[in-house]
């Protein structure tokens, strides 16, 4: 099961079941923010991290 959390140089997330669930994380706490308005097909807008903060993955 592949699992993701968001890693800055000073601090490492929990692990989240999907991509989603990490940016949602990194968002509230304060590494980035999503577009305001949603895609036509219902997903998400897309995620700015923090130039510092990538979301790691693990298989």
Avoid at 12 to 35: K, L, S, V
Avoid at 41 to 55: E, K, M, Q, S
Wanted: with cysteine.
């Amino acid at each position: 099961m592949t699992q993701w959390r968001y890693v800055t140089p000073k601090t490492t997330g929990r692990w989240h079941p999907t991509r989603e669930a990490a940016e949602d994380a990194a968002i509230q706490a304060g590494f980035g923010h999503r577009d305001s308005h949603c895609q036509s097909n219902g997903t998400r807008g897309r995620f700015y991290a923090h130039p510092l903060v990538r979301i790691e993955e693990e298989p």
